[in-house]
Every structure is written in structure tokens, then in C-alpha cells.
DNA sequence: ACTTTACTTGGCCATTTCGCCAAATAAACT
DNA sequence: AGTTTATTTGGCGAAATGGCCAAGTAAAGT
């Protein structure tokens, strides 16, 4: 791999990382609608306000958010409109059932 | 998150973690030309056969990838052209700086 | 100035992910 | 049957990620 090619999929690679995981996705499809203080988006996701924070703070990092504090709260936004379309695609890829389930891994039906 | 959010959050995130890595991800984008098999692949990302292997094999299980073998070589191609749009908003998203600066973290010049 | 409310940061431990090596499989060739 | 070529699988240590707790900051209220 050129470093070029590497250096690309890296930049990529932050942004999509930054949704790689339930909570920020759900607070970045809530996002979708508007601003949110993090207390409404720790409610949303039901974690540890310490949790919901850092996982804004990855966001913002990856360039996905913007945040603004007025008063006591902080709000966050989305800075692209694009994520719909992507979650359109990502969607119709996880509708399709898998095709090779996860070997010795029962159903987690627990958690 | 109610367990039906949180269901589908995670089936997202089984795709977008499949992404989620720059070998990967130039894998993903270099199929969008067609067909690889995985030896042209392991020069694509120049990193062990084992490794490349194992890469596919979690783009596969995310259903991202088919697999087909013919002779001694095996094929991968993409499932889905939805792709194209998604690297499309992640790149103007990468293309901004980030906000913050990563700290503690020197230029990894090297790797 | 002190308290409260809203959030961020630091630290630590558990879990997951990554990458290499060695070993296994599988088709094609001799 | 034995060898070569292409790929997958198992295993293991190293690094990254995630989540909770405790401590820190900062604006607003008293």
C-alpha cells in the first residue's frame, strides 16, 4: 500500500470509526433531527454520563460534530447532513442475514 | 436505548466496523473496480497472507463480500455499490480538519 | 463566597482487535 | 501418491477500545 493510499484510508478510517459503535450511532441518527445537550443524548443511550461524553468526544475528534455550550449545556450537532444516505447503505448491507454465523458463540440473549 | 434501537444499532455496526480499518477499507475501494482475488489483494495492502485473509474474512461475515473460489485462487467481490456514496460523505467529512489535535501523539512518521 | 447542575478528564481494568507465525486444507500438476 | 500453489485457521502477545468511578472545571443560582 503507497503511503498516499494509506495515509486516505486513515483519514477514512477516523470518521468511520467514530460510528463504529451502538451508543454514538444512535446519538448520531438522533442527531439527524437536531441538536441535543448531552444529558438528553445520555438518556437516549442509557450509559454513564462520563461514557456518553467521551464518546462525543470521539465524534467530535473525527470532525462528525460540532458542540456548542450556552448556559450549563452542551449542545451537539451533526456537521453533514450526508449520514442518511450512508445509513441507507449500511442498512440494506445488514438486512441481509450474514453469511457464516460466529463460531463457539451461543446466543448472547442477555445482554 | 431501548433493545430494539439497541438491536439495530448493533447490526449497523457489524458493517461499519467491517470498514473500520485501512486495509480494509482500500480493499473495499479497490473491488469497486471488480473482482480481486486474494493474492492481489495481499499486494494491494502488502501485509501478510494470513492477515489479508482474515481482513476478508470479516468483510465477508459483515456481508459486505461474496467469496467464490475457482481453481487454486479465491475471488472476492463487493455485495453492494452503495458503497461509492459512503466514501463519498466520509471523505468530505475527513477532508476537514479535525477539531482537536490528537493528544500525546507525535506524526507516526514511520509505520 | 458557597452550592448546584452539567459536563469533561484521568485512571484503571476487562474485552476486543491486530498481526505475525506455524500448521491445516484444498485444488492442480507430475 | 507426492508436490506445489493459494488460501484459511489456530494461537499468542501487543496494542487499542470501552466502561465505570472519582476528581476536576465551569456557568448559574443563593
Redesign the interface.
Known sequence: ?TSA??AR?????????A?????R??MA?ALQQGEMCVCDLRE???ADLSTVSKHLTVM?????LMMEKRGLNVYYRL??P??M????????????????A?RNVGAPASK
Open positions: 500500500m493510499l494509506k484510508m486513515e483519514r477514512r478510517v477516523t470518521v468511520i470509526k460510528l463504529a459503535h451502538p451508543s450511532l444512535a441518527e437516549l443511550v442509557g467530535r475528534d473525527a470532525g462528525l456537521k453533514c450526508c449520514l444516505s450512508f445509513f441507507e447503505c449500511v442498512d440494506s448491507l445488514a438486512a441481509q442475514p450474514t453469511k457464516r460466529k
